[in-house]
């Protein structure tokens, strides 16, 4: 993996946003059930320039789960429809400070792709500093863009997550503690309740500062997953309800120098709608 430290501060990004070969794009997403449209947002606000990274679209189209990863042809496309090649530095953010801009810094990163970074804060931390915004969609030319190589080893399918979980491996995961007790029910119909057997939990808001939303300090950081029960000396299975979050708790060990993970991409999404894989519960 790149040693690139995958984060930018909002005012890096105001002093180089028109620098050539440099890509904003807004990548937030908001689960069905909050009734909103971050496509819609977007039109309505966005850094200047920014282009709207969909992860609707740049998803699987024959997998009956949402946004799973896209084939290697769908994502190539979307990407050069974006207006990035092979040379375009990208930064990545969304509207709720550190969300689904991790998710679009983890595919560009499991396509072999590393000139991708992240606005730390994301667009608060950009209002917050009262640099401008505009609206509406502007045209932009098309790139051609070739993912370099595929890191299967940044994904992870339910017969590894099995495996590791029958052998006492490390999957951690990011959804809130009452959900991965079991207590409360899942936000994907159609979901058991409870978690995959011997994971552990470090809900992905806890990474984050609650005021600004900027992932913490890494001593900070590093202590938390200390604290969850991970050893950075063994692989880590990053896993949260649909694949989202999971990618927070890996830009955060990226961060504090592990690379030794895996993203599972389906997820409780996928996990706890299989009723031939097993379920723990506290309840």
């Not at 300090?217 to 649909?242: H, T």
Request: aromatic content about 10%.
């Amino acid at each position: 993996m790149s040693n690139l430290n995958p984060l930018v501060t909002a005012s890096w990004l105001n002093e180089h946003l028109n620098d050539n070969n440099l890509v904003v794009v807004d990548g937030t997403f908001h689960l069905p059930d909050t009734g909103r449209s971050a496509k819609e947002e977007f039109v309505q606000e966005h850094i200047p320039g920014a282009r709207f990274f969909d992860l609707d679209v740049i998803s699987d189209p024959e997998n009956p789960r949402p946004r799973k990863v896209p084939p290697q042809d769908i994502f190539e496309r979307e990407i050069s429809n974006l207006g990035i090649d092979n040379n375009t530095t990208v930064v990545a953010y969304d509207t709720r400070g550190l969300y689904s801009a991790a998710r679009v810094w983890w595919l560009f990163r499991f396509y072999g792709y590393d000139n991708v970074v992240i606005l730390d804060g994301g667009f608060p931390a950009w209002q917050a500093e009262q640099l401008p915004v505009e609206n509406g969609v502007k045209e932009h030319a098309k790139a051609e863009f070739k993912a370099p190589g595929k890191r299967k080893e940044l994904l992870a399918l339910w017969p590894q997550v099995l495996e590791a979980s029958n052998q006492h491996d490390q999957i951690l995961d990011a959804r809130p503690t009452p959900r991965w007790q079991g207590k409360d029910a899942d936000r994907y119909p159609g979901t058991r309740q409870g978690r995959i057997p011997n994971s552990l939990n470090l809900p992905w808001a806890n990474v984050l500062d609650p005021e600004t939303k900027k992932l913490l300090p890494k001593e900070e950081l590093r202590q938390l997953y200390l604290d969850a029960g991970v050893d950075f000396n063994k692989p880590v299975i990053a896993s949260c309800g649909s694949g989202l979050t999971a990618c927070i708790l890996a830009l955060g060990m990226t961060l504090v120098g592990h690379t030794d993970w895996a993203v599972y991409d389906g997820s409780w999404d996928e996990w706890g709608r299989n009723l031939d894989l097993p379920v723990a519960s506290d309840f």
